[in-house]
């Protein structure tokens, strides 16, 4: 009986996966461009909303997202983001990898730490394709649509219609998200079937 009680917790074990990967670059403009990643995230953790989710985000959303973090862990030290070349380039490959690895090696850190997963704006980054000031309007209450939404139609275009219709509205949330609290770059994402990281 031991045993099969000792199998039942192991198969219950909660995992929390994540992946970066497909370094893509985007024209902002005819002078401007940048480079998002794909965020892949596989899960059973009941923290999570979506058991499987895929995102794009570029460097700027990470340091928005680490800040956001260390304001609600003073006293504990967040792990590093590789840091900002000037001159990093997508075809140089070793910057690429080097730079994906930095970024995986951040998130895995980030959420094997039991307290950060209380963050809406972590599950916000991960599972939304919210920009950087809609996730932090999200946080605060302040948009039409919860945390939860947010995340669970993310990627049918729902948030994008949202985010066009509640541009300047001083709407509150009418509930929480239960997650805690959560910045602004174009609407990405969709959910994944599965995931090959």
Known sequence: MDSVLHNLSVCQKETISVCVRDPRLCKDDLWHSHIDYEICLQTNSMCFRKKTSRVRRRYSEFVWLRHCLE?????????KLPPRNPFFSLKNTEQVAQRMKGFQEFLESVLHTTFLLSDSRLHLFLQSDLSITRMSRCALGKTRYTVAEAIQRSGSGF????EKATCDSDCESSSSS????????QTRGSPVPSLEC
């Open 71 to 79: 304001q609600n862990a003073l006293v504990m030290e967040l792990p």
């Open 159 to 162: 948030t994008t219609t949202l």
């Open 178 to 185: 239960g997650l805690g609290q959560s910045v602004d770059t």
